[in-house]
C-alpha cells in the first residue's frame, strides 16, 4: 500500500514535469487564415474582401489582383495608388511564369543633376517632398496590362468596388486616422489647395473619409480605359497640378508611359525554386545571392536568430547590398550583369571571405567586384486562386502618401519615386541606400527599386507567395520570412509575425526590432563586432503558403498594420 501510493506519487510527478516541459517547450503553432479555394492577403480588410469576392465570382488571381491594387488606391492612400508604380510576379496554375515591370519613369525634362544645388550638394527635400519629386505613375497601364495577358473578368467588374468604396467612403482604422494626423502638416505644405485628406478637426478610428474626386477618376478609367488617366481630363489635371509647384510631368510623358512585361530571375535554394522581380528591382537578384550564400551554412540547427545565424545573414548581406549599389539600376540604360551575380562561381568569391567568428567592417567590402566602367510606404498583396494561379504585387507611392501632393480634381496622391534614384553617387536617399551610374538619374529611366514580390516553388508545385514594404529592409524581410518557413518550421503566419532584424551595408549596422534578438545574442553579436541598433518596425508582410493537404493558409501582417487575409 505504502510503495504503491509512492509509486502513484512519482508518476504524477513525472507526468506533470513532462506536461509542463512538454507545454513550455512547444507552444501551438499559430495559424493564418485556413482556406481551401483562394486567398487574398494585403494590407486592408476592405481591399482583401474586394479580391475575394472576385475569386468567388470565378474571377482568376489576376481579376483579383486588379481590383485589389484599385481599391487599396482608396482604403489604403499612404501606398495603395494610382498615381505610383509597382511589379507583378504570376506563376499560372499550368507552371508558367512571368513578371511585369509597372514602375515609374523618370520625366522627360528629368536630368542627373536635378536635385543638386550650385554646389552640387543633394537638396534631399526636393526628392521627397512636392511635385518635383514625382516619377511618371505606372499603376494604371500595369493593370491594364495585366488585364489584357491574364485576366478574365470584363475590366468594368474590376473596377466597380473601388468606385463604390470611393463613393460611399471608407471607414478609417486607428492607425490610418494618425497616420493622416501625423502628415497634416506635409499635405498642407505640399498643396495649394486643402486636400481631402486634411480637416480642421482629428481624425479618429471609425471616422469616414469620402473620395469624390478619386471616384471620378476611377470611373473615368473605367469609361475610357487607360486612356482615362494618361490622356484627356486626367493627365490634363496632373500636368496643371505640376504647373503649380515646379513639377516636370508633362502630357507626351503620360501619354508615353508604358509598363513593361519581363523575365523575372530564377534560382534555387535547396530544393525550393525562387521566382523573383528583375531589374529595374534589385530585389531578385539580392534574394537569390542571399539564399544561394547561405545554403552551406546549417541554420536550422544553428537556431532562429541565434547569433551565428544573425552573424552569417549580416555578413551576406552587407556583400550583397554592396552589389546592388554598384550593379543595380534600370536594364534599359544600364547593362545589369544578372546572371553573373546570381551564379554560383561569382558568389563563392563574393562570399569567400566571410569569417564565422568575426564581423567584416563594412568599408572593407569591396563595391565592384566585377570592375564594370562606370558609364553611361508601399505595399504588397498575395493572390492565389482555385486553379493555382499565383499572383504577387508590391506597389508604392515611395514614401508615405508618396510626395503628399493630391492632384486637384482628380483625387489621388503622386509618388516621390525619383528619390530611390542615386541623386549624386554616394549620397544616401531617405533609406540610406547608396548607388552611383548604375542608378543615376536620366529622362524616362526608371529608378531602381528594393521591391521583392516573391514566389516559392517546392519541386514543380506552388508553394510561397510572398512580399512586403519597407524600402530597403524589403529584401531582407523577404529572406528571413522564407527562411522562417523553410528551415525554422514555422506557419506562414509566424514566419510573418516573427521580429526581424536587417543590415544594407552601409551604414554598418544591424537594426532589429525588440524582441528580435535576446541579451545574450547581442552581446555575442558585439563581441564579433556588429554594431546594433533598435528599429521600431521591419517588414509588414502578405503572404501564402499551400500547404501539404492542398489547404492555403493566408497570413496576413496584423502586428505591425491593419493587414489581413481572407480566404473561401
Ligand atoms: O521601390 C522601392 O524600393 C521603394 N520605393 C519602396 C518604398 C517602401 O517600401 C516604403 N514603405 N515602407
Request: hydrophobic share 40%; net charge negative; glycine share 10%.
Amino acid at each position: 500500500m505504502k510503495y504503491s501510493c509512492i509509486r502513484i506519487s512519482i508518476c504524477t510527478a513525472v507526468c506533470l514535469i513532462l506536461l509542463w516541459s512538454c507545454s513550455r517547450e512547444s507552444p501551438p503553432p499559430v495559424h493564418g487564415v485556413l482556406a481551401e479555394h483562394g486567398m487574398v492577403s494585403s494590407a486592408h480588410p476592405l481591399a482583401s474582401k474586394v479580391g475575394v469576392d472576385i475569386l468567388k465570382k470565378g474571377g482568376n488571381a489576376f481579376d483579383a489582383a486588379i481590383a485589389v491594387q484599385f481599391a487599396l488606391a482608396v482604403v489604403y492612400p499612404n501606398a495603395g495608388n494610382i498615381g505610383g508604380g509597382g511589379f507583378l510576379v504570376y506563376r499560372k496554375a499550368d507552371g508558367h511564369t512571368g513578371s511585369l515591370d509597372f514602375r515609374e519613369k523618370a520625366p522627360m525634362a528629368a536630368h542627373r543633376d536635378m536635385y543638386l544645388d550650385q554646389d552640387g550638394e543633394f537638396i534631399s527635400d526636393l526628392s521627397t517632398k512636392g511635385h518635383l519629386a514625382a516619377g511618371v505613375p505606372g499603376s494604371v497601364d500595369g493593370m491594364f496590362q495585366i488585364h489584357e495577358k491574364l485576366a478574365t473578368l470584363p475590366m468594368k467588374e474590376l473596377l466597380e468596388p473601388a468606385i463604390q468604396l470611393a463613393l460611399n467612403g471608407v471607414v478609417l482604422t486607428e492607425q490610418e486616422a494618425s497616420g493622416l494626423n501625423y502628415h497634416k502638416q506635409a499635405f498642407i505644405e505640399a498643396n495649394n489647395h486643402t486636400p481631402y485628406l486634411v480637416r480642421d478637426k482629428e481624425w479618429s478610428g471609425g471616422d469616414t473619409i469620402f473620395y469624390a474626386q478619386l471616384a471620378e477618376t476611377l470611373i473615368r478609367i473605367r469609361d475610357q480605359g487607360r486612356d482615362g488617366f494618361y490622356s484627356g481630363l486626367t493627365a490634363q489635371l496632373i500636368v496643371e497640378e505640376m504647373q503649380k509647384g515646379n513639377g516636370i510631368i508633362s502630357l507626351e510623358d503620360l501619354a508615353e508611359y508604358r509598363a513593361v512585361w519581363r523575365q523575372p530571375v530564377k534560382g534555387s535554394y535547396k530544393s525550393f525554386n525562387i521566382i523573383g522581380m528583375g531589374p529595374p528591382s534589385s530585389g531578385g537578384v539580392a534574394l537569390l545571392q542571399l539564399l544561394k550564400g547561405l545554403e552551406p551554412y546549417d541554420i536550422r540547427q544553428w537556431g532562429f536568430n541565434s547569433a551565428r545565424t544573425v552573424h552569417i545573414m549580416t555578413e551576406l548581406e552587407r556583400r550583397v547590398y554592396a552589389d546592388r549599389a554598384a550593379y543595380l539600376g534600370d536594364p534599359d540604360f544600364f547593362k545589369v550583369p544578372v546572371e553573373e551575380l546570381i551564379s554560383s562561381d561569382y558568389l563563392s568569391g563574393r562570399f569567400a571571405d566571410i569569417d564565422l567568428s568575426t564581423s567584416t567592417p563594412s568599408q572593407a567590402i569591396e563595391s565592384n567586384l566585377l570592375g564594370l566602367v562606370e558609364s553611361p510606404e508601399t505595399t504588397h498583396f498575395s493572390i492565389v486562386d482555385i486553379e493555382g494561379n499565383a499572383a504577387a504585387i508590391t506597389t508604392t507611392l515611395n514614401g508615405s502618401y508618396g510626395c503628399k501632393v493630391v492632384v486637384d480634381g482628380a483625387g489621388f496622391l503622386l509618388n516621390n519615386e525619383m528619390d530611390d534614384f542615386s541623386a549624386k553617387p554616394g549620397v544616401p536617399n531617405m533609406f540610406g541606400l547608396v548607388g552611383g551610374e548604375a542608378n543615376a538619374i536620366l529622362p524616362e529611366k526608371r529608378m531602381l527599386s528594393s521591391m521583392t514580390p516573391t514566389i516559392v516553388e517546392r519541386g514543380d508545385s506552388l508553394y510561397m507567395v510572398v512580399g512586403t514594404p519597407g524600402g530597403s529592409t524589403i529584401i531582407t524581410s523577404v529572406f528571413q520570412t522564407i527562411l522562417n518557413v523553410i528551415e525554422h518550421e514555422m506557419t506562414m503566419q509566424e514566419a510573418v509575425n516573427a521580429r526581424k532584424f536587417h543590415h544594407q551595408w552601409l551604414p554598418d549596422q544591424i537594426s532589429y526590432e525588440p524582441e528580435a534578438l535576446d541579451s545574450i545574442t547581442i552581446s555575442t553579436l558585439r563581441e564579433m563586432g556588429h554594431h546594433l541598433v533598435t528599429r521600431q518596425s521591419i517588414g509588414r508582410m502578405d503572404a501564402v503558403l499551400v500547404l501539404e493537404n492542398g489547404w492555403l493558409e493566408g497570413a496576413a501582417d496584423h502586428t505591425r498594420g491593419d493587414n489581413t487575409a481572407i480566404g473561401y
